[in-house]
């Protein structure tokens, strides 16, 4: 049963953030919550916007310039005075730590975020994290309305880029090449392009730059027996962003694979995908009778069918229909001696709601008198369907993040996607748990359907400093001769910037043996404190990426006001 219901309710006359909550079924487990924002309209006559030179403010910069704008709706610019303040963000509480008055000149103004207003130790390592907020109230001399705007998205940090391991499964084939991405972003969320990006696993170190999309692909060799790949990833200096992944091996009591090779990770409405599905059955020389797969999107089965194979592998062509947008996974599977062997993929959807329009009036002048029409021509794509509407300028000066995008309409339907993982599983049945799928067969095997949990990427508890000296202990103590415990003690101190394991080593004065023990100690502690720092700093920029969504992005101002009109739908002949 689906469908739509309205409810239309009168909130008594209260100012502040309202929060509507409704649930779905008798038992009500599932739960959808909104929030929106009452307070008193006026519509504006000027707007004002806060302008940092870069949206983030580095342990060691000293000053970050910051510029406030205030323009009339209709162009001009405001002459006027600023009353500014900034300080610190924490756990959503605001502290000003400096303030000042400054004139807005022809429409501008300026002012210094200092680095000694923001800390009186000096040092910024103990505000990594946490984001600096700049309000603005702007007096217009001719107008005498005073407008205020508010600054929360800079933070505070040491590494200049973000590193997030996207769309890549946590589950390696043995033998097989495995591939993952990284995906590189600005302090302010947006992706980073040419950035260069290092990955290094055990002896094997690639480097790529990023896409015009933040982007950089990565692809390791595997080999059988690999328990384990324990990836680093990191940019250059300075100000060097690192994040850690692991990945495990798929699983098979009989050492059995499914791989699934798509000829691309993405593709476009009613084009042909073709996908080679190919069979490992370490030394068997038995052939595989048949493959079975599922086309799944948005948690429902679009297409599920069997084919035959071709000796160990056979390929399928799917047409991309309008169920499978903005993603679809493809669920493989065969049945060999007993076991069941799976594999899964998935795949984006290019949506064709990003095609260019462009609206253009025919009209020289640039001002228009009331009372007078002007004609608007519409170009994209033949046969689209386009609607307008006229938004009076002022509505975006209270409302500048309600701009619902394509992309967010479709990210809020892969919500409802069931899925675990961009493909891959633990093993058989982990493969089919990850895919949203409950999976039970006559022989016994089940995947688990235990509240839909999904693997995490584990995080191990983390270490104290009790935890950190036990480890130069225990790396002192596996050797029983003094003055080799003496080699590994000295080796265990903490290098200076511009010493590394290998340089120091060379200034050992001792026998070969101890020169040895002393690097070995050296990069074992180094990477233990490695380690240590690396988990706090990805614990705070968790915390620091949910408060900054929280801050800007999470609640919209909403209102119904007559500032729109105009409301019109066209048909486009041709391609306008």
């Known amino acids: 049963m689906g469908g739509m219901h309205e409810c239309f309710s009168y909130f008594p006359h209260r100012y502040g953030r309202w929060l509507i909550q409704s649930c779905f079924g008798e038992v009500c487990k599932t739960n959808y919550t909104t929030e929106f924002q009452v307070r008193e309209y006026v519509e504006p006559t000027f707007d004002v916007k806060i302008s940092p030179e870069r949206s983030y403010f580095h342990v060691s910069d000293n000053e970050l310039r910051v510029k406030i704008e205030a323009r009339y709706t209709f162009g ?9 303040r900034y300080g610190i963000i924490e756990q959503e509480k605001k502290t000003p730590l400096h303030w000042n008055l400054i004139d807005i000149e022809n429409g501008e103004g300026e002012i210094l975020i200092l ?62 090449p495995y591939s993952f991405q990284v995906l590189v972003k600005n302090p302010d969320g947006s992706v980073a392009s040419g950035v260069k990006v290092t990955s290094v696993e055990k002896e094997e170190e690639k480097s790529t730059k990023s896409n015009k999309d933040g982007i950089a692909k990565f692809t390791f060799n595997t080999g059988k027996g690999m328990r384990e790949l ?28 499914l791989v699934i090779s798509p000829r691309s990770l993405t593709t476009k409405l009613n084009e042909e995908l073709r996908l080679d599905l190919k069979a490992h059955l370490s030394n068997e020389k038995n052939d595989v009778d048949a493959f079975s797969y599922m086309v799944i999107s948005k948690g429902s089965v679009v297409k599920a069918a069997k084919i035959q194979s071709v000796g160990f592998s056979t390929a399928i062509s799917l047409l991309i229909t309008k169920e499978m947008v903005p993603s679809f996974r493809v669920v493989g599977y065969y049945h060999h001696g007993g076991e069941f062997v799976s594999d899964s993929v998935q795949i984006d959807v290019e949506t064709g709601c990003d095609t260019p329009l462009k609206l253009s009036r025919n009209m020289k002048s640039q001002t228009i008198p009331p009372d007078v029409k002007v004609p608007i021509t519409i170009e994209g794509e033949s046969k689209s369907r386009v609607a307008l509407v006229a938004v009076d300028k002022a509505a975006y000066v209270n409302n500048p993040n309600n701009r619902v995008t394509s992309k967010q309409v479709f990210a809020a339907l892969e919500t409802f996607d069931r899925t675990c993982s961009p493909g891959g599983g633990k093993d058989a049945m982990g493969v089919f748990h990850d895919s949203g799928l409950i999976f039970a067969a006559t022989n016994g095997d ?10 995490e990427q584990s995080r191990k508890k983390k270490r104290s400093l009790e935890d950190y000296l036990k480890f130069l202990s225990d790396l ?43 690097k070995k100690c050296c990069k074992d502690a180094y990477d233990e404190r490695y380690y240590l720092e690396y988990e706090e700093e990805e614990e705070m920029d968790v915390h620091a990426r949910n408060a900054n969504e929280f801050l800007e992005k999470d609640v919209y101002i909403r209102n119904d006001f007559p500032l729109s009109f105009f409301w019109e739908t066209h048909d486009l002949d041709k391609n306008r």
């Open 76 to 84: 001009y610019d405001v002459n006027g005075r600023a009353y500014v």
């Open 115 to 176: 680095k000694n207003k923001l800390t009186t130790n000096g040092t910024m390592e103990h505000l990594v994290g946490r984001n600096i907020f700049v309000q603005a109230s702007v007096m217009g001399h001719s107008v005498g309305e005073l407008q205020e705007a508010e600054l929360t998205s800079v933070i505070i940090l040491k590494a200049k880029y973000t590193l997030v391991v996207q769309k890549s499964s946590s589950f390696f084939k043995p033998n097989n």
């Open 230 to 257: 324990n990836i680093k990833i990191y940019t250059d200096e300075p100000m060097q962003a690192i994040a850690m992944w692991k990945v495990f091996p798929y699983s098979s009591k009989r050492d059995y694979l």
């Open 446 to 455: 089940r995947s688990t359907d235990k509240a839909f949990q999904c693997f």
């Open 476 to 518: 002192v103590e596996e050797y029983k001769v003094e003055q080799k415990r003496r080699c590994c003690s000295d080796g265990q101190r903490i290098n200076l910037p511009e010493e590394t394991c290998e340089s120091r080593a060379e200034f050992v004065t001792e026998k070969d043996d101890c020169r040895e023990i002393y």
